[in-house]
T-cell receptor, first 113, second 110 residues
């Protein structure tokens, strides 16, 4: 069974730009969660989508948004990029909402200059 | 929200058993404990999950005492390939209240 895939793997953007990251979950998984990982803050939860609806949200500004499609694929968008948004963005899928037995993708490394 | 603490780093030798403890003093009744392994440039990998007592699978065991204020991930006979960062996560399975620990960097030496 194919794992979680994320595209692109690496991205360089300039301050003020916006970016869209994509995630394809494991087949059959209906929940997709997004995380930001930085050396200073560790793994921080952004939001979770289940059945195309955002179910849970972490403590991030509104510049961070996401959506989920009917095939469970998900995208997250960051608008008006700041230098502090440089991080590894991880997507994880699971069978059900709130299920912590999650399967992570390899991440997208975003660098903001 | 349960705050978790873990040792920052640990060293071990190949073939030894390694025990990594996570402290979560204010764990809630509905909270589960989940452990992940992360290699450089990869996403975390699910290892094991439990609620109380002991859980074992093909790669690890998870020990949770009766008061559930801590949990211990046990890796039997580690090899060099077990060198990684190990995270505990404490939270309910509704996805509303959970937190990842700071991670423990395990170095396995030959």
């Amino acid at each position: 069974k194919a794992g979680v895939t994320q595209t692109p793997r690496y991205l360089i953007k300039t301050r003020g730009q916006q970016v869209t990251l994509s995630c394809s979950p494991i087949s059959g998984h209906r929940s997709v969660s997004w995380y930001q990982q930085t050396p200073g803050q560790g793994l921080q939860f952004l939001f979770e989508y289940f059945s195309e609806t955002q179910r849970n949200k972490g403590n991030f500004p509104g510049r961070f948004s996401g959506r989920q499609f009917s095939n469970s694929r998900s995208e997250m968008n960051v608008s008006t990029l700041e230098l502090g948004d440089s991080a590894l963005y991880l997507c994880a899928s699971s069978w059900g909402q709130g299920d912590h037995e999650q399967y992570f993708g390899p991440g997208t490394r975003l660098t903001v200059t | 929200l349960a705050k978790t603490t873990q040792p920052i780093s640990m060293d071990s030798y190949e073939g030894q058993e390694v025990n990594i403890t996570c402290s979560h003093n204010n764990i809630a009744t509905n909270d589960y404990i989940t452990w992940y392994q992360q290699f450089p440039s990869q996403g975390p990998r699910f290892i094991i999950q439990g609620y109380k007592t002991k859980v074992t699978n093909e790669v690890a065991s998870l020990f949770i005492p009766a008061d559930r204020k801590s949990s211990t991930l046990s890796l039997p006979r580690v090899s060099l390939s077990d060198t990684a960062v190990y995270y505990c996560l404490v939270g309910d399975n509704y996805g509303q209240n959970f937190v990842f620990g700071p991670g423990t960097r395990l170095s396995v030496l030959p």
